[in-house]
């Protein structure tokens, strides 16, 4: 049983989508544009030379715009400290009961069974009460209500 190019083109499609689906390379499925591309070409009669130059051109030119996108999207988020990303320190939006201010918007606080020093950095005067951790500097907590 032979298989005709457009079938071999279709088999490779399949593999690059599958193989997506398992890593989560999304780059994958722009390589695969450039694969049903060919297997269209080759369907339409194109010589094997130029399926190949398609799905590499196709393939390629989705890659690189998906690669620009990207970027594009990543230029535009603000980037968040290691002190201040949740990502890093669990510790940034946890609650700490303050029960008083000293001046200057410091406190001492009982956090994880252990005292730590605390900052106020909000806009506000800062009140006794419930705070929520905003960022970690140091040892200090950086507090807003």
Same mark, same amino acid.
């Given at each position: 049983?032979?298989?005709?190019?457009?079938? !071999? !083109?279709?088999?490779?499609?399949?593999?690059?989508?599958?193989? %997506?689906?398992?890593?989560?390379?999304?780059?994958?499925?722009?390589?695969?544009?450039?694969?049903?591309?060919?297997?269209?070409?080759?369907?339409?009669?194109?010589?094997?030379?130029?399926?190949?130059?398609?799905?590499?051109?196709?393939?390629?030119?989705?890659?690189?715009?998906?690669?620009?996108?990207?970027?594009?999207?990543?230029?535009? %988020?603000?980037?968040?400290?290691?002190?201040?990303?949740?990502?890093?320190?669990?510790?940034?939006?946890?609650?700490?009961?303050?029960?008083?201010?000293?001046?200057?918007?410091?406190?001492?606080?009982?956090?994880?069974?252990?005292? !730590?020093?605390?900052?106020?950095?909000?806009?506000?005067?800062?009140?006794?009460?419930?705070?929520?951790?905003?960022?970690?500097?140091?040892?200090?907590?950086?507090?807003?209500?």
């Amino acid at each position: 049983m032979g298989f005709n190019a457009s079938t !071999w !083109w279709w088999i490779a499609t399949g593999i690059l989508v599958a193989t %997506e689906l398992y890593t989560g390379t999304f780059y994958l499925l722009m390589l695969a544009i450039g694969t049903a591309c060919a297997a269209l070409s080759a369907h339409a009669g194109l010589a094997s030379v130029g399926q190949m130059l398609t799905a590499a051109l196709i393939g390629g030119l989705a890659v690189t715009l998906w690669h620009r996108r990207q970027l594009a999207l990543r230029s535009h %988020e603000p980037q968040a400290t290691a002190s201040h990303n949740p990502d890093v320190l669990l510790d940034i939006g946890q609650q700490v009961q303050v029960d008083a201010w000293q001046p200057g918007g410091h406190a001492t606080v009982r956090y994880r069974g252990t005292n !730590w020093q605390a900052r106020y950095t909000g806009s506000a005067t800062p009140q006794s009460g419930m705070h929520t951790i905003r960022g970690v500097d140091g040892s200090t907590l950086l507090l807003d209500a």
